[in-house]
């Protein structure tokens, strides 16, 4: 499981990108002067599991895949929001939550 937290006084950016046979993510987050942004990720065999809220703007693309060869996938991208709460779970088979 990674979680992160992003608190800035000035325009930054920061990008991050995993990847594995089992599936990956790749992530770019834009906050200025007021923005913010708080979430977590969790993986586990065939399973990804997000959630993110901010402001400011987020590209994110992830992925998952069995040995099989089945995947699956989810993508969004948020520019210059107010505020915004993003989540998913990505399974490639049943799950018990």
Known sequence: ???MVLST?????FSIS????????SEEIGAGINDYVNGYAAV??????????GSGSLRESHRTANTAGSTAAV?????DADSYVY????SLGPVSF
């Open 1 to 3: 499981m990674a979680g």
């Open 9 to 13: 006084g000035q325009v930054c950016g």
């Open 18 to 25: 995993v990847s594995g046979d089992a599936g990956g993510f």
């Open 87 to 90: 989540s998913y779970h990505l």
């Open 44 to 53: 586990w065999p065939g399973c990804l599991s997000n959630y993110i809220e």
């Open 75 to 79: 993508g969004v991208e948020i520019r």
